[in-house]
């Protein structure tokens, strides 16, 4: 709820809003339906882009009202050695750009899939690990299909 209020506070003096839970279930691959529930609230409220992270692994992204939920980007810099999905995650890069009616906004995303090596340090994932880890988000993300192939490529326009 202070979530929410402060979103619609803000909103009439912000061009685009993102909101940065820490949340989710460990290890769990998808968002808990709390996490669904939340997210989509944010967006009601008024935000434009949400980037949850905690789950220790890369977890679904969703298209909601033209808005998009990135419920966990995974391990960026961490230890945990024990299993592939704790040792890769996602990098995600925004471009804004303001329409000439000068409200609407053009956003563009990048999606970095990274992998964690030996030392705990993120690197760009190799060629064929990309491609293994933008197939998955693809498959399992609730978007559309064009965004799905989109995903592939490791952007996403909108």
Known sequence: EKVVAEIKKVRPESDFIVILPH??????RKPTVGQIKEARMFIDAG????????????????????KYIFYSLGNFIFDQ???????????????LKKQSDGVSMNVEYRIYPITIN??????????????EILEWLSKNSEV????KEE????????
């Open 23 to 28: 949340w989710g279930v460990e290890y769990a």
């Open 47 to 66: 935000a434009d882009l949400i980037i949850g992270t905690h789950p220790h692994v890369i977890e679904t992204i969703e298209e909601y009202k033209g």
């Open 81 to 95: 050695y024990f299993s592939v999905d704790t040792m890769q995650g996602l990098a995600v890069g925004a471009s």
């Open 118 to 131: 030996k030392y705990s340090q993120a690197e760009l994932a190799s060629e064929a690990k990309r491609k």
């Open 144 to 147: 559309s299909e064009s965004v």
């Open 151 to 158: 995903i592939k490529n490791s952007e996403i326009n909108k």
